[in-house]
């Protein structure tokens, strides 16, 4: 199946700092969304990218559709406690199945 | 409006026993998926329906497992005699039909099985 890889696994960062994680695949994507999943709950979607050297804000997440459409990263500005849970990639390799990579927990400390 | 619903929320059987788990998708998206997401993990997609399409069940783990979707809503994702590695969070998701966001993936808060 589809290899994707996510980094970093997990992320401690003080509140107000800046993160950025990344995710990259084995082939094309010609979709990439980042979901984010608190406990308990199910993933929820924050941001889509269709299009190759797309860059496309969600309030303080920016996410960008890299121009080989084998790599996506997802950027928050200015943490805060909220932002606390599991980050999750996806792509779309051309077929309706989303693949998911492996999450990154993001902990952030008051 | 409403989103992806699910029930039950948390459901403990024991080892052999049949499980059978609802999923009621966003009112007009016509396409319907089933994932799986063990502890810590990523998701692990299951099966896929759009519409009146026979649908993609290329991620179905064993033939214990099968899910109907009657009169293009309401779907249900049966196993069978179930395993203690079958313990696990089952996530429902919908998105539009055929169009510019029908990528998009909405998922409902998902069934905790616990297989004892």
């Known amino acids: 199946g589809q290899q994707l890889n996510q980094s970093p696994q997990s992320m401690f960062i003080q509140e107000g700092e800046d993160v950025s994680m990344n995710c990259t695949s084995s082939?094309?994507?010609?979709?990439w969304l980042w979901y984010k999943q608190d406990p308990g709950e199910g993933p929820v979607l924050l941001i889509a990218l269709y299009k190759a050297g797309e860059l496309t804000s969600n309030g303080r997440l920016t996410a960008q559709f890299g121009i080989t459409r084998k790599d996506s990263f997802l950027n928050i500005s200015a943490s805060i406690p909220s932002d606390v849970g599991i980050y999750f990639c996806a792509g779309r390799p051309g077929a309706n199945n989303l693949f998911f990579g492996t999450g990154t927990r993001l902990t952030v400390i008051p | 409006g409403a989103g992806v619903s699910q029930s039950p929320s948390n459901k403990v059987t024991e080892k052999g026993k049949d499980v059978e788990l609802r999923c009621d998708p966003i009112s007009g998206h016509t396409a319907l998926y089933w994932y799986r997401q063990s502890l810590g993990q990523g998701l692990e997609f299951l099966i896929y329906?759009?519409?009146?399409?026979?649908?993609?069940k290329s991620g179905l783990p064993s033939d214990r497992f099968s899910a109907e979707r009657t009169g293009g809503s309401v779907s249900t994702l049966t196993i069978q005699r179930t395993q203690q590695e079958d313990s696990a969070v089952y996530l429902c998701a919908s998105s539009p039909p055929p169009g510019s966001h029908s990528y998009e993936q909405y998922f409902g808060p998902g069934t905790r099985l616990t297989v004892t």
């Open positions: 082939s094309i994507f010609n979709t």
């Open positions: 329906f759009q519409g009146n399409s026979a649908p993609d």
